[in-house]
C-alpha cells in the first residue's frame, strides 16, 4: 500500500517529462529564429516609411457624394451607405473619411469639372475625364483609396416589412498599385439578409485591399521579418504576405509636368508564424532572403 503514492509520482513525471519533449519537438523549427540575431545592414531602403505611415494601420479612403435615385427615403440611403462603409471599414481595414473634407475639396477651382459630373450625376460611366479627375482629388486628400457610389431602387420585389435598393460601388487606388487598381461591384442589398451579404462582399473586399504595413527589423540573414502588423490588425498564423520595394519615380501628369510618384517592386513572400498585439514574425522565402531591407513595405492577404 505504502507503494502507490511513489507509483503515482514516478507516473507523473513520466507524463510531464513525455509532455515536455513532445513540446520541445514541436517547437524545433522555431529555435532557429529564437536564437538568431538581428540583421545589421548597412543598406537602406530608397523611401523609407515615415513615423506616421508606422503608426497608421489603417488605409484612408474618401468617396464623392454619394448618387441617389430620386424616389428613395432617407431611411433607405441612409442604410445603404451605412451597410457598404461598415463593410469596407470592417473587412478590408480602411478608414472612410469624413464627408466635409471631401465637399471643401469639390469647392475649389481646380475640381470645378468634377463637381459638374457629379452633378449631372455621371457616374453610370466610368470614363476617363472621370477617373483621372478622381484620382486628382485623393492625391489632393492624402488618402491611398477613392470610392463613388450610386444607390438606386431595387427591381427585386421583397415582403412589406422589408425593404431593398440596387448598389453600384467602384474603389480606385490613388498611387500605382503592384496588383489590381481598383474594385467594382454591385449587388441588391434586402435588409432581411444583410448577414449573407455582409460575409460575401467582406470576403471580396478583403481578397482586394490587403492589410498594408512594413518591415521593422530581419533577423538570421533576412531569414525572418519583423512587420508592424499583429493581432489587432486580425494578422493570423500562416497568413501570406508580399514584401515590395518602394521606389519614386518621374512620371509626367495630365499637363505634362514632371511628377515623382511612388511605384512597387515585388521583392517575394513571407509566411506569419509569430503574431502578437501590434507586430507580427514571418519566415522568409529562401529565394528573398537575399533582397529584402527594414523599410520595405508589405501587404498581407
Not at 500500500?1 to 513525471?13: A, G, K, T, V, Y
Not at 476617363?128 to 486628382?136: Q, Y
Not at 513571407?270 to 520595405?296: H, P
Request: aromatic share 10%; with cysteine; net charge neutral.
Amino acid at each position: 500500500m505504502r507503494s502507490f503514492p511513489s507509483n503515482l509520482f514516478i507516473r507523473f513525471f513520466l507524463i510531464t517529462t513525455l509532455v515536455g519533449l513532445l513540446n520541445s519537438c514541436l517547437s524545433q523549427p522555431d529555435l532557429g529564429f529564437v536564437n538568431a540575431a538581428v540583421d545589421d545592414l548597412k543598406e537602406t531602403v530608397p523611401v523609407p516609411p515615415t513615423l506616421e505611415e508606422l503608426r497608421m494601420q489603417k488605409s484612408f479612403i474618401s468617396f464623392l457624394p454619394i448618387q441617389y435615385s430620386q424616389d428613395l427615403t432617407r431611411f433607405h440611403r441612409v442604410l445603404s451607405q451605412a451597410f457598404v462603409m461598415s463593410v469596407l471599414e470592417e473587412f478590408g481595414d480602411l478608414e472612410v473619411t469624413d464627408d466635409v473634407l471631401v465637399e471643401k475639396a469639390l469647392r475649389q477651382i481646380e475640381f470645378r469639372e468634377l463637381k459638374q459630373l457629379i452633378e449631372e450625376e455621371q457616374f453610370r460611366r466610368y470614363d476617363s475625364p472621370l477617373i483621372d479627375a478622381v484620382i486628382r482629388l485623393g492625391k489632393h486628400l492624402g488618402v491611398r483609396y477613392m470610392g463613388v457610389m450610386n444607390v438606386q431602387t431595387s427591381p427585386v420585389n421583397v415582403a412589406p416589412n422589408d425593404w431593398s435598393t440596387y448598389i453600384t460601388f467602384r474603389i480606385m487606388r490613388v498611387e500605382g498599385p503592384p496588383d489590381s487598381s481598383y474594385m467594382t461591384h454591385e449587388f441588391t442589398f434586402i435588409f432581411s439578409e444583410s448577414n449573407s451579404l455582409w460575409e460575401d462582399i467582406g470576403a471580396q473586399i478583403r481578397g482586394k485591399f490587403p492589410l498594408s504595413g512594413f518591415v521593422l527589423e530581419t533577423r538570421a540573414n533576412r531569414s525572418y521579418a519583423r512587420i508592424n502588423l499583429g493581432r489587432g490588425n486580425r494578422i493570423k498564423s500562416e497568413q501570406e504576405c508580399k514584401i515590395f520595394r518602394r521606389l519614386r519615380k518621374e512620371s509626367k501628369d495630365l499637363k505634362g509636368k514632371n511628377v515623382l510618384v511612388t511605384d512597387f517592386d515585388l521583392l517575394g513572400r513571407m509566411t506569419i508564424f509569430n503574431v502578437q498585439q501590434d507586430f507580427a514574425w514571418g519566415r522568409v522565402a529562401q529565394e528573398s532572403r537575399g533582397k529584402i531591407l527594414k523599410g520595405d513595405a508589405v501587404r498581407c492577404y
